[in-house]
């Protein structure tokens, strides 16, 4: 897929949904995930972070001791996160307006798998570790800033779980959002819907090859989904080595850090 075609592909099946889904997508993610806000919290107070695919800011203010900055694609997502009063800017993963090596940490939780082509989630990890400090520029020991990031994707290896997808099924598949009747009458009655967390509100999905197998969505969401090691490869191949990894409820997630002479 061209570069043009993919920008043109990910604003059709990505950015266009968030948009169209913003407010009760919202409304259903305000719970942090277990291992992402241990990792805020065991950041050093006074750190500087960049949350990068933000959301609606249900991260920026997991550990009031330290300052996050939110950006994402969706304008509708990051006008809740800054009405919440968080400081957020509308930017492109690929195209962050920050200046690179200012950042004592970066998380971005379920925004890679996101990216079509394996060039652009690599360039969008390498993105990523670029907003790091740098040795230079970093308070660390001898040679190192100890600026890390945190980045979690889909896992391809979800057996166990409701959507059923496992080695040797596509990984490239369209992820369907259902706005039920019963969910819109919460929301108008002002109450909180469940939160999903790790598991999206959707009915089985499909994949690009296969097509549909439900006629009950209403929109569709691209994922690549992620096989075991390939989170890894994409850190490495994107200049960064990993420090820890591992799998939590349908994620693979890598704690990284950038590479440096």
Same mark, same amino acid.
């Given at each position: 897929?061209?570069?043009?075609?993919?920008?043109?592909?990910?604003?059709?099946?990505?950015?266009?949904?968030?948009?169209?889904?913003?407010?009760?997508?919202?409304?259903?993610?305000?719970?942090?995930?277990?291992?992402?806000?241990?990792?805020?919290?065991?950041?050093?107070?006074?750190?500087?972070?960049?949350?990068?695919?933000?959301?609606?800011?249900?991260?920026?203010?997991?550990?009031?001791?330290?300052?996050?900055?939110? /950006?994402?694609?969706?304008? !509708?997502?990051?006008?809740?996160? =800054? %009405?919440?009063?968080?400081?957020?800017? #509308?930017?492109? &993963?690929?195209?962050?307006?920050?200046?690179?090596?200012?950042?004592?940490?970066?998380?971005?939780?379920?925004?890679?798998?996101?990216?079509?082509?394996?060039?652009?989630?690599?360039?969008?990890?390498?993105?990523?570790?670029?907003?790091?400090? /740098?040795?230079?520029?970093? !308070?660390?020991?001898?040679?190192? =800033? %100890?600026?890390?990031?945190?980045?979690? #994707?889909?896992? &391809?290896?979800?057996?166990?779980?409701?959507?059923?997808?496992?080695?040797?099924?596509?990984?490239?598949?369209?992820?369907?959002?259902?706005?039920?009747?019963?969910?819109?009458?919460?929301?108008?009655?002002?109450?909180?819907?469940?939160?999903?967390?790790?598991?999206?509100? !959707?009915?089985?999905?499909?994949?690009?090859?296969?097509?549909?197998?439900?006629?009950?969505?209403?929109?569709?969401?691209?994922?690549?989904?992620?096989?075991?090691?390939?989170?890894?490869?994409?850190?490495?191949?994107?200049?960064?080595?990993?420090?820890?990894?591992?799998?939590?409820?349908?994620?693979?997630?890598?704690?990284?850090?950038?590479?440096?002479?």
């Amino acid at each position: 897929m061209a570069e043009l075609d993919s920008q043109r592909y990910e604003d059709e099946h990505v950015h266009r949904v968030y948009e169209q889904i913003a407010q009760h997508f919202s409304e259903t993610r305000y719970k942090p995930w277990p291992l992402v806000e241990t990792f805020l919290k065991n950041r050093p107070v006074g750190s500087v972070g960049l949350d990068v695919g933000c959301g609606n800011g249900k991260y920026l203010g997991v550990n009031p001791n330290v300052f996050i900055v939110g /950006s994402d694609r969706s304008p !509708a997502l990051t006008r809740i996160a =800054s %009405g919440r009063g968080y400081q957020t800017v #509308v930017a492109d &993963l690929l195209g962050l307006p920050n200046p690179d090596f200012r950042f004592d940490f970066v998380i971005s939780v379920a925004v890679v798998h996101h990216l079509s082509t394996q060039e652009r989630r690599v360039a969008a990890i390498k993105a990523i570790l670029a907003a790091l400090k /740098s040795r230079h520029t970093g !308070a660390g020991r001898a040679g190192d =800033s %100890g600026a890390e990031a945190l980045v979690y #994707v889909w896992a &391809l290896e979800q057996r166990k779980s409701r959507r059923g997808w496992d080695k040797g099924d596509d990984q490239d598949v369209m992820v369907p959002w259902v706005l039920k009747d019963s969910q819109k009458e919460r929301m108008v009655r002002g109450k909180r819907p469940r939160d999903y967390g790790h598991v999206e509100e !959707a009915s089985k999905p499909y994949s690009l090859s296969k097509g549909p197998t439900s006629a009950s969505t209403t929109v569709h969401r691209f994922y690549h989904l992620y096989r075991a090691g390939e989170l890894e490869q994409d850190v490495v191949a994107a200049g960064g080595f990993v420090v820890e990894s591992g799998y939590e409820d349908d994620n693979w997630w890598a704690i990284a850090r950038r590479k440096e002479p």
